[in-house]
């Protein structure tokens, strides 16, 4: 094999398998389960060239088979860990694959991934905390034996790396900012905690066998922003404040961890430190490597945090991401429909019509709703300036209140729109015990759990009704979507108007258990033995109205 990656199904390890096969090489991954292959295809990745070897650096690796070149990115990456649980793995595995690197007649190379904090650094575990101390202790130890046994050998000093599944340390402050706990910036001003994104760390990695022996890379961004200004990008990219005070790591150490939310060892990388990142760069620039803008790194791996509910959960519809402070799922230039989300809902209530539909979509949150931020613009407006991208002629199909918004824009944009879906429109039935009627509180809305916002809204328990009960929990959320209740019930009237003013062809959708009032010259369909959200209860039944003649 031309290479073998040791801890090849985790973080770092899996990007730089794809890496290395995407050049065409034939690369062994060293997994004690495969969840490798699964994560490859899911990229598109061609595995023609992959052998999967069974090995767990923590026991005998006699039986792994040869390689020029040797990685081990393996690494037991926790805060909280025991010393001896941290020590088997990121010491003596770390030890055994270079025992083992030494019996092979043909290595290349041995790249140890080590970490960006352990330079002159002593492996004090009462004050670093397992999982840094074991990575001191590693990197001492590597060297010392590497030089024993004359393996050539070549060390890689990531800091924080970020990209998709990444879900430690600064992805904790991220998490607290998206959900209004972080009220202060740990450290002080000129806080440094650099990063480097995941795709290029692995193609830098790549690169590193080809490169004398001895050397050790920092592989960093210099240009990352101290932490406030770090912070504040992402929060501007997320549509949020960022906080402005900050609590000295002095003063966060001798706080108990129930009152700062801190893990205590997280506060050692709490520093103003710079690193001697000279080789990495000239590495970089030998073989045509670009460091991608750090700024934009950073929104890119927020719209996969936001995503991914910080790892708890699987995107609903994709692509997705942030634009313009508004969460946008989908296609956002050539759509065949769009979606326009109810309350309390978010974007991922489209997820079962979408599996049916089997076209392009644009399904974004609601300003103010869902993940998106508060719009400084009439929703109508801010639904033109969603629009102006878009190069087809799409349905619009919107649901409960954002039928309003649907309709202003389909009268002042009839050439924008093929026509026009409103699904359970509440200007066209009867005032009762519905959603825009009992969800006036916001307190209670931020209290529901999943199952409970199920059973008031009269549906299963699903992901969509989950994603949205997380969202009530939000800073803000759940009293907008208050308002937003409020503002539909009291528009009542005008919403009836507009609707006798467009021009372009209208059919509404609405559940037997929900029917609208009185007689409307516009195309109907009831679905039956359904409430308000037929969409998310009988997808394929409102698909059925929403495809072409005949389907696809």
């Known amino acids: 094999m031309d290479a ?44 023609s060239g992959l052998t999967l070897v069974q090995a767990d650096v923590t026991r005998p690796l006699d039986h ?53 904090r352990v330079s002159g650094a002593q492996a004090d575990y009462a004050r670093l905390g397992a999982y840094e101390a074991s990575k001191v202790e590693a990197d001492h130890a590597v060297r010392a034996r590497a030089a024993e046994l004359k393996v050539p050998l070549s060390i890689a000093n990531p800091s924080t790396v970020i990209g998709p599944g990444q879900y430690l340390g600064l992805a904790s ?18 806080t440094f905690l650099p990063v480097v994104t995941s795709d290029f760390f692995a193609a830098f990695l790549a690169e590193i066998p080809a490169e004398p022996e001895g050397e050790a890379y920092w592989v960093l961004d210099d240009s990352t922003p101290n932490l406030p200004g770090l912070i504040a990008a992402v929060a501007g990219h997320l549509g949020m404040g960022a906080p402005r005070r900050h609590i000295p790591a002095g003063l966060l150490r001798r706080l108990p961890r129930r009152l700062t939310g801190a893990d205590p060892e997280t506060l050692s990388f709490l520093s103003s430190d710079r690193y001697p990142t000279a080789s990495a760069r000239a590495l970089a620039d030998r073989v045509g490597l670009r460091w991608p803008p750090v700024t934009d790194a950073l ?30 799922a989908g296609e956002p230039y050539r759509p065949a429909y769009v979606l326009l989300h109810g309350l309390p809902m978010n974007a991922d209530v489209w997820a079962p019509l979408a599996g049916h539909l089997r076209a392009p979509l644009l399904a974004p949150d609601l300003p103010g709703l869902g993940r998106s931020a508060p719009g400084e613009r009439p929703t109508h407006e801010w639904l033109a300036r969603l629009m ?21 824009f389909a009268i002042e944009h009839p050439d924008r ?10 200007f066209l039935q009867a005032p009762g015990p519905r959603l825009h009627r009992s969800f006036l509180a916001a307190p209670l809305m931020r209290r529901m759990t999943a199952a409970r916002l199920a059973g008031a809204l009269g549906l299963p328990d699903g992901p ?38 467009v021009r372009v ?6 559940g037997s258990a929900d029917p609208l009032v009185g007689e409307l010259g516009h195309l109907v369909t009831e679905v039956a033995g359904t409430g308000h959200y037929p969409q998310l209860t009988h997808p394929a039944a409102v698909a059925g109205r929403l495809l072409p003649a005949g389907g696809v």
């Open 4 to 47: 073998i990656v040791f801890g090849a199904a985790g973080f770092i390890g899996r990007s730089l398998v794809a890496e290395l096969l995407g050049r065409g090489q034939k690369v062994g991954a060293a997994v004690r389960k495969d969840t490798l292959t699964p994560w490859l295809e899911g990229r598109g990745v061609d595995t």
């Open 64 to 116: 792994v088979p040869a390689a020029r070149d040797v990685y081990n990115t393996a690494a037991r990456f926790a805060f909280g860990l025991g010393v001896q649980e941290a020590r088997a793995v990121n010491v003596q595995g770390a030890l055994s694959v270079v025992d083992w690197a030494a019996t092979l007649p043909e290595l290349r190379r041995l790249v140890h991934v080590s970490g960006y």
């Open 173 to 190: 402050l991220v998490e607290n900012l998206w959900n209004g706990r972080l009220t202060a910036l740990p450290g002080g001003a000129d």
């Open 299 to 328: 929104r890119t791996w927020a719209d996969d945090l936001v995503a991914s509910r910080f790892g708890r959960d699987t995107p609903r519809i994709t692509p997705y991401g942030f634009r313009e402070r508004t969460w946008v």
């Open 388 to 408: 102006e991208p878009v190069r087809t002629r799409p349905v619009m199909v919107a649901h409960s209140v954002a039928c309003l918004p649907a309709l202003r």
């Open 417 to 426: 729109i093929d026509r026009l879906v409103l699904i359970a429109p509440p």
């Open 464 to 501: 969509e009704v989950g994603s949205a009960a997380a969202d009530l929990r939000r800073p803000g959320v759940a009293r907008r979507v208050a308002a937003a209740a409020r503002t539909a019930h009291a528009g009542r009237p005008v919403a009836r108007a507009l609707l006798e003013r």
């Open 505 to 510: 062809p209208v059919e509404i959708i609405v």
